[in-house]
């Protein structure tokens, strides 16, 4: 799974969080890895560990409330492994970071172009008149039209869907060979989604970055995603290319995901759901299929009991035996598929 | 056309800054407006006045001159029992009272603000370490040691007095910042700001304390008006400045004798009622601060 090429390589990744003086696994054996030039979409309903993964990779969690093992390997180093010191000079410089609400993350009382010369002035030796055109250039970059004017203003002068091109602005400052977008278009309407997944699209073919895209929205991933992992429950449980994972998906919980996108050619059809919800971090059966819960008329005797990813195709793998016989509710159970 | 444009860029950037936010607040509440045009006015009077004025030939006994009514021989606001000219010893005694104020504010700020910050940011161990210390100076009968401290300190002067007064004036401050910076330490543009490998400290001081800047400014200037209630009340009971050095506070002591207090009234009434102007007018400026700081208390 792992090639010489692979970017970022996790390995048995295990973030969990202390509850009441028990830690909790948020994020569960996680293993992916990231090729450069190449978007990974992560997918999952909320409260499936998307977004503590994607936090973990660039050490925002404090270490009094969160434990921390496994190995995630970037240019030889394990980023677990980092003091806070060593951290600081990776992050902003060769990772980037994407947050959801472009609002809440840029700081409401700095300029935006203080804002974006911020990690340069940690990151490179330029004088104050070079970080100013450098910011100038990025807000161009992002296709932002008067950077000038927009240089000088505050967040709160800004449009949403300006505000997360100043966001991406931020995380490009440092020309960072990866960048953790944490569903960078949930706050947005359509039609600025669109753009902005466009925007990175583009950007990412200019700078050959690696892109880890954490989203809800399968639309999104079917745009611009090249491979996809499917989390559930802190684990992955299917990760294919995205046509494999679309055209041919195994896991019950996949199917399940892209059964329940709504349709429109049909305006008597119902929406598909998935029963239940994800079981909370203290609730979480840790034996078994996690996902067994929510498909209560497939036998228990038909999921693994340690269930482990098995490549079925190549670069196609899928956690558990169980898929082998799912079938929807209502549906006939046709024996294996 | 040209004007139109101009016209235009203004009409973009709508939601009104601080500081038109906080000349809103004063627009709507005249009292807040006189009184804060009238304290700095006062205050930046006293302090020139203190500086023209000679202490020495103000603080010169004169026994002849004894109790002399206002008015008299040049006496603007009378003398008191040594014949010292109250007037002068009344632009002195706030001007050292005021000085003394704001040192204690900015200092114990100063602490505070930083104290607080830290405590805020990390979390966990650090701050549940100085909450408890906090909670045991906020134990501490404040009066009482001070009085103490005062009295077995050999040397005594200005200096001692504003450090005495605040190592128990810094836990307000420092608990208000505290709260804030939990809150503020937790939103996404300090994670964003990490994820730019922003030093901890630059976050803290660069990134977290200006968006506390509201309710600091709330919080100085009523600490400020609090001090100046401290410094003379102690100065009053003859436990903060020595008599050599007149304040507010020692000149309202001269009505300890029952015959000033009935008889003498220019001896004391003046720094009473400057007290009163003081605490009242910088009270009526920050509770229009606070107004202006949160936006379902404000008037404009």
Known sequence: ?337 | MEQQNKEAVKFESSPPTGIQVVLREFKKDKLAMFSFIGITLLIIALLIAAMILNQEEVLKIKLLERYTEPGVNGYILGADEAGRDMFGQLIIGAKNSILIAISITVIAGIAGIALGIIMGYYGGFIDNLFMRIIDFFMTLPTLMIIIVVVTIIPKYGVIELILIITIFQWMGTARLVRSKALSEGRRDYVSASKTMGTSDFSIMFKGILPNLSSILIVDLTLSFAGNVGIETGLSFLGFGLPPSTPSLGTLVNYARNPLVLSEKWWVWLPASLLILILMLGINYVGQALRRAADAKQRLG
């Open chain 1, 1 to 337: 799974m792992n090639t010489a090429k692979d970017l970022l390589t996790i390995r048995n990744l295990t973030t969990s969080f202390r509850i009441k003086d028990e830690y909790h696994a948020a994020v569960e054996e996680v293993s992916l890895s990231l090729r450069k030039n190449e978007v990974l979409a992560i997918v999952g309903e909320s409260g499936c560990g998307k977004s503590t993964l994607a936090t973990t990779i660039v050490g925002l969690h404090n270490e009094i409330n969160t434990k921390v093992t496994g190995e995630i390997l970037y240019n030889n180093q394990n980023l677990t492994q980092l003091s806070e010191e060593q951290f600081n000079r990776l992050r902003g410089n060769d990772i980037g970071f994407i947050f959801q609400d472009p609002l809440s993350a840029l700081n409401p009382l700095m300029r935006i172009g203080e804002q974006i010369a911020e990690g340069l002035l940690y990151h490179t030796k330029l004088t104050k008149q070079q970080r100013e055109e450098r910011v100038l250039e990025l807000l161009n970059q992002v296709g932002i039209s008067n950077p000038n004017r927009v240089a000088r203003q505050f967040p709160h002068q800004l449009s949403g869907g300006m505000r997360q091109r100043v966001m991406i602005a931020i995380a490009l400052s440092g020309k960072p060979s990866i960048i953790i977008a944490d569903e960078p278009t949930t706050a947005l309407d359509v039609t600025i989604q669109a753009q902005i997944l466009d925007l990175l699209k583009s950007l990412q073919s200019e700078t050959e970055a690696g892109i880890i895209l954490i989203t809800h929205d399968l639309g999104v991933v079917a745009e611009v995603a090249d491979r996809v992992a499917v989390m559930y429950a802190g684990q992955v449980i299917e990760e294919a290319p995205v046509q494999e994972l679309f055209r041919n998906a195994k896991h019950p919980y996949t199917r399940s995901l892209l059964n329940s996108i709504p349709q429109t050619h049909d305006e008597n059809d119902k929406l598909e759901v998935i029963h239940g919800m994800v079981p909370s971090l203290m609730n979480l059966p840790r034996e078994g299929c996690r996902f067994s819960a929510r498909i209560p008329w497939i036998n228990e005797s038909l999921h693994e009991k340690k269930p482990q990813l098995h490549e079925i195709a190549p670069g196609h793998f899928v956690r558990c035996t169980c898929w082998k016989h799912f079938h929807f509710e209502g549906e006939e159970g046709g024996g294996t598929v």
